[in-house]
Each structure stands twice: as C-alpha cells, then as structure tokens.
C-alpha cells in the first residue's frame, strides 16, 4: 500500500487549493478514503469522507461549504478541493485508507494559510 499526497503550499486568506492523493498497491476502487489533517499541537482530525464509489461524502463541520472530497477510481486518486481557506486551515494534510493500520497513511502535505 502506497499513498503519495501533493498539492500543498502556501496560500492567502480566501485562496484555493487542490490536494490530491495517488494511491496504489491495493484495490482503491474497494475501499473508502479520508482526509485527516493534524496542525502543530493538536491531534489529527477527520477532515473529510468519500465512500468508494463516490456516493457518500462526509464534512467535518469546520469545512462544510467551503472543501469538496471527490475521487477518480480509474486513476487510483482522492482529492481534497480547499476554498475560502482560513489561517486555521493550516496544518499537514494526509489521506488515509481504512483497514492498513500504518500502511494506510501518507506521509502528507502541508498546508499553509497565511499571509
């Protein structure tokens, strides 16, 4: 299992971004996806939810209206689609597939708001 997050940088206040996470080694299009996201001194929160076939998505009240999960199965890639970001946006950005323990992570992109 392999997952490779890009996409980061940083970003003004009401600036976009476009996270994206590439993963192989499994049967991504069997599997639901999360993004996580952990800021300096705080544990990793669920940032968002996309059921495997893309049907269900799932916010965490802090990003409702304003981020977008969506996945492409025949390019093996989730994507996390950030607007109207805020200085407490800032934080490392990781996807996660379920049901890999450890292996399920990758190694992350930071994201940073400010300006």
């Known amino acids: 299992v392999q997952l490779v997050e890009s996409g980061g940088g940083l970003v003004q206040p009401g600036g976009s971004l476009r996270l994206s996470c590439a993963a192989s080694?499994?049967?991504?299009?069997?599997?639901?996806m999360r993004w996580y996201r952990q800021a300096p001194g705080k544990e990793r929160e669920l940032v968002a939810y996309?059921?495997?076939?893309?049907?269900?998505?799932i916010y965490a009240d802090s990003v409702k209206g304003r981020f977008t999960i969506s996945r492409d199965n025949a390019k093996n890639t989730v994507y996390l689609q950030m607007n109207s970001l805020k200085p407490e946006d800032t934080a490392v950005y990781y996807c996660?597939?379920?049901?890999?323990?450890?292996w399920g992570w990758g190694q992350g992109t930071q994201v940073t708001v400010s300006s």
């Open positions: 080694g499994f049967t991504f299009r069997n599997y639901p």
């Open positions: 996660n597939a379920p049901g890999f323990g450890s």
């Open positions: 996309i059921s495997n076939a893309g049907g269900t998505t």
